[in-house]
């Protein structure tokens, strides 16, 4: 069907999308199928690696598509949520997508996405699939935005599907224990698709394998296909031997931080090999070391130097399980000892007992802003500052709300400058994005932009 195009802006068109999150979160596929039928069924054109899991599914698309780029395949990358810009959300190799494309797409399928009611994740996931095509990539790495089985991605037939972890998140969409959360999370597998399955948990495991028996999909135990050994945490990042069918890397090195964030890297690295395999390309041991030496994640532990030399360390976890990992990091990174000053938010629905835990055990003083959650993906909304402030003082810590982030970090710098101790920024991309503006960081690279705050 042969569109009207508006004549929009590049801002115009993300205030249009961010206007489409009044219809709310809709799991299910109905919207994004008519959407990508209007547009050619672009997802069809181009090989897809679909990665799964309540956290690591982001670094590890990452990896994916980093290996791949990294062996001359024209490869697309498309995660959520983001930071600072939409445009961080679909790449094709290192370039994010450009705003005159959003601004064109945006006028000429506005007025029908408006007509049908669809979503702003769905509409973003067709706006990528479209760019992938138009741009003619061989591949790309989708990360699932919520869930698997009703997630808009699902749309896709990938060659190879991944699930990363299982995890207590996003109850309310979900279901409230982890076998439901897993068996949403398992309905990405499609027949003689193969899965890779880093999750170990025994409770939840025979869920993803009674799900690959039932449709036919291979599974594949990250453990039982990957040696990976000689882990050790660094100040700048992770060392790692890893084995996989094609590739053998020694010390290989990644700035990521965290055992856990090894295991990601592994799933990265043999979807990778598997995505490779399909396309036809031989996997090379020194573009793949140099892919992951050269990786980036913003948001994931990342250390930064601010005003004053305080040093900040922030990290988007933002659920139980998440906290769990970034307190055992910060005692392996900064020492047992060092107690941070924290500056954390929660969205809606968080488990804040769950959440707020395990970070008492490495930071003592807390500001808790009020930050802008009027642009989630799912839920609008962020817990109450207050409350926040009233439960962690319940706990023992030294805790207050502020009216915003830029209040709560200056608040903490100033206290950690005086105290010589680290900022950790931590509970939500929104709080962490809002962070990165502040300190003036970019999200390409974890460069520093021109001018302060």
Not at 204 to 221: K, N, T
Not at 224 to 239: A, C, F, M, P, Y
Not at 399 to 409: H, I, P, W
Request: overall charge positive; charged content about 20%; hydrophobic content about 45%.
């Amino acid at each position: 069907m042969e569109s009207r195009r508006e004549k929009v802006s590049y801002h115009q068109a993300v205030e249009a999308l961010y206007g489409l999150q009044c219809f709310g979160v809709k799991l299910g596929l109905e919207n994004i199928a008519i959407l990508l039928e209007r547009l050619g069924n672009p997802h069809e054109r181009f090989v897809c690696c679909h990665i799964a899991g309540t956290n690591g599914k982001g670094t590890a698309s990452a990896v994916c598509h980093a290996v791949l780029v990294s062996h001359g395949v024209s490869c697309g990358l498309f995660t959520s949520p983001h930071l600072l810009s939409i445009r961080e959300r679909i790449r094709i190799g290192p370039e994010a997508v450009p705003c005159q494309f959003i601004a064109d797409w945006v006028g000429e399928h506005l007025p029908f996405i408006l007509g049908r009611r669809i979503t702003f994740f769905e509409t973003v996931t067709g706006m990528a699939f479209d760019y992938f095509h138009r741009s003619q990539v061989e591949a790309a790495a989708v990360e699932v935005g919520l869930g698997g089985r009703y997630d808009a991605t699902n749309v896709i037939r990938p060659a190879v599907a991944a699930i990363t972890s299982v995890g207590m998140d996003h109850a309310k969409y979900l279901g409230a224990g982890l076998r439901a959360i897993a068996a949403e999370k398992a309905g990405i597998v499609k027949p003689s698709v193969p899965l890779i399955c880093a999750e170990r948990n025994r409770k939840v495991l025979p869920v993803i394998e009674e799900a690959c028996r039932r449709v036919g999909s291979p599974l594949v135990l990250l453990e039982r296909e990957v040696r990976l050994s000689r882990v050790r945490q660094l100040q700048d990042g992770l060392v790692f031997d890893y084995r996989g069918p094609g590739l053998e890397l020694q010390r290989a090195g990644v700035a990521l931080f965290g055992m856990h964030q090894a295991r990601n890297a592994a799933l990265g690295l043999l979807a990778a090999e598997m995505m490779l395999e399909k396309l036809g390309v031989a996997a090379d041991n020194g573009k793949t070391a140099r892919a992951l030496e050269a990786l980036r994640m913003p948001g994931r532990f990342q250390r930064h130097l601010g005003p004053g030399s305080v040093e900040l360390i922030l990290d988007v976890g933002h659920n139980p399980p998440a906290a769990r990992r970034l307190a055992l990091v910060f005692r392996q990174v900064c020492g047992s000892g060092t107690r941070a000053v924290a500056v954390a938010g929660l969205g809606l629905y968080k488990r804040r007992a769950g959440f707020f835990h395990p970070l008492l055990s490495v930071a003592d003083r807390f500001f808790l802003p009020l930050a802008d959650f009027g642009r989630a993906d799912t839920g609008r909304g962020q817990s109450d500052p207050e409350s926040l402030a009233r439960y962690l003082r319940e706990h023992g810590a030294r805790a207050d709300a502020c009216s915003s982030t830029a209040e709560a970090l200056e608040l903490a710098c100033g206290l950690a400058g005086k105290r010589g101790s680290p900022v950790l920024v931590t509970g939500s991309f929104h709080i962490v994005g809002e962070a990165m503006r502040w300190l003036g960081i970019s999200v390409d690279q974890g460069e520093r932009s021109v001018g302060r705050h």
